[in-house]
């Protein structure tokens, strides 16, 4: 394999250059998606970046997606730059005459600015929902909320022993689930679902419409970064609670596939998620799976989730502070090291060629 490690950026701008750079080298149809008001912490732009590679009529697409939520843009991004320069993995999909479209960046203002949000505070996938009609009320999160989020940062002692209590109390799935499920009572919260479709959303659904209109299969990896222990990789089933599309999605990806909807993965059950896109695009077979790449233990990643929520909403924050918190953002959802970078490479790689070596499969049976 390729020095994979080499190719993980240290910022969005760097990451944005490469993932170009790595794009036209390979000869990709690279465009851009220039994102209208958002803008980074140097105001400079920000974008959703996209490079197709393979057969432009293959009758089947594979779909690889970074950062849908922002600073975990530096795994995904790191993935989709060494596979560009990866030329044996490069051979083995031009064998299989599938479509290859990479989605760099689905909420670059997030990645740019080291949250897992949007501009708005948005979690986009907690946004594909139906705002038409009213929202359930995410009645565990409302009870968590001032304890997650409390007025002073670093937290006082009582602040932290509430909150362990209230973990030790209703247990730490029950309250993975509440926090984590989504919500849209509070804006300035967790997991905030929003109260329309972000720029994100549409511009997702736009890209996935226009890249699979008239295939026969299309298949979707989304990556992800944060839960799970540091470097262990899960294959999670991303698709509505469906048996039939979860049984293709282990047809292609194997049984170690895992479903937050059954229990088996280390994700629980989410409302709003972004599968929904790819249902829109009415491709009868189509399979959508998360890759999530473990980082941190996961109290270190909620307090980090804590700490930069806690940030946003404080214009007057010493630099000193603000530094730390942006740092711990960072660190909580990419680990800087060669060995955590090389072990993602190697997972997604063998995943990105499983969906391939699947969908060729799929291309043959319809002729």
């Known amino acids: 394999m390729i020095d994979a490690a080499a190719r993980f950026p240290h910022s969005y701008g760097e990451a944005r250059d490469r993932f170009v750079a790595a794009a036209r080298a390979r000869g990709c149809e690279v465009s851009t998606r220039m994102h209208p008001s958002a803008r980074g912490p140097d105001g400079g732009a920000l974008s959703i970046d996209v490079a197709a590679e393979g057969d432009a009529g293959a009758p089947t697409v594979l779909i690889v997606s970074s950062g849908t939520h922002g600073v975990e843009g530096y795994g995904g991004s790191g993935i989709q730059a060494a596979w560009l320069g990866d030329d044996a993995a490069r051979r083995e999909v031009d064998s299989a005459r599938v479509r290859i479209v990479l989605l760099h960046a689905l909420n670059p203002w997030g990645f740019a600015h080291d949250a897992r949000g949007d501009e708005d ?7 594909f929902r139906d705002f038409a009609r009213p929202q359930s009320a995410n009645a565990g999160y409302a009870k ?3 304890l997650l989020l409390p007025q002073h940062w670093p937290p006082t002692w009582v602040d932290d022993a509430r909150l362990g209590w209230a973990i030790v109390r209703n247990g730490r799935r029950a309250v993975q689930e509440a926090v984590s499920r989504g919500q849209g009572e509070f804006a300035d919260g967790l997991f905030y679902a929003g109260r329309a479709p972000s720029w994100s959303n549409r511009m997702l659904r736009a890209l996935i419409g226009e890249h699979v ?8 990896v989304d990556l992800h970064t944060g839960l799970g222990r540091d470097g262990r990789c899960e294959v999670i089933f991303n698709g509505r609670n469906d048996a039939r599309t979860l049984a293709r999605a282990r047809q ?3 049984e170690r596939v895992t479903s937050m909807n059954d229990g088996s993965s280390v994700s629980t059950d989410v409302s709003g998620a972004n599968f929904a896109a790819l249902d829109a695009a009415g491709i009868e077979r189509s399979a959508g799976v998360t890759l999530e790449v473990g980082t941190r233990p996961r109290r270190a990643v909620l307090d980090a989730l804590r700490a930069r929520q806690w940030l946003r909403h404080q214009a007057d924050t010493a630099p000193s502070l603000r530094d730390d918190i942006l740092r711990q953002s960072r660190d909580a959802f990419y680990v800087d ?3 955590w970078k090389n072990a993602a490479y190697g997972s997604a790689r063998a995943i990105l060629l499983q969906g391939a070596g699947a969908l060729a499969r799929e291309a043959g049976a319809t002729r």
Do not use: C, S
Request: hydrophobic fraction near 45%.
């Open 121 to 127: 505070n948005v979690d986009l996938n907690r946004n």
């Open 144 to 146: 968590l909320h001032p």
């Open 213 to 220: 209109a008239g295939r026969a299969a299309v298949g979707w």
């Open 252 to 254: 292609w990806w194997g």
């Open 337 to 339: 090291t060669d060995a």
